[in-house]
């Protein structure tokens, strides 16, 4: 008997993960998702998106045109700091 894999992982719908691939390949534009995507309610979508957990940001760019991105996790880099000069204080021992 083998155990299937669990995916907890929220299920986004088809505009919504075509979006959120877009965004992993980097920043794009209010333009851009309205021609290269199709997507013409995308507010929606990002609304979706941030209810499934994943953190964007909007930056206005000018001329009535926004740019997403993904944003970074950042929560975790204080830890690294500090165990990095734990490290670096108990080095010669």
């Excluded at 719908?13 to 691939?21: R, T």
């Excluded at 309205?34 to 979706?48: A, G, N, Q, V």
């Excluded at 957990?53 to 880099?77: H, Q, T």
Aim: net charge positive; proline share 3%; charged share 30%.
């Amino acid at each position: 008997m083998t155990q299937t894999e669990l995916c907890f992982a929220p299920k986004l719908s088809p505009q919504c993960q075509k979006l959120y691939d877009r965004l992993l390949l980097g920043p794009i534009t209010t333009d851009a998702i309205r021609d290269e995507l199709r997507l013409i309610h995308y507010s929606r979508r990002f609304t979706d998106l941030k209810q499934a957990g994943i953190i964007w940001d909007k930056r206005y760019v000018g001329n009535n045109l926004y740019e997403y991105s993904l944003k970074k996790d950042m929560s975790y880099e204080s830890e690294i700091d500090r165990a990095s000069k734990y490290i670096e204080q108990y080095k010669g021992y």
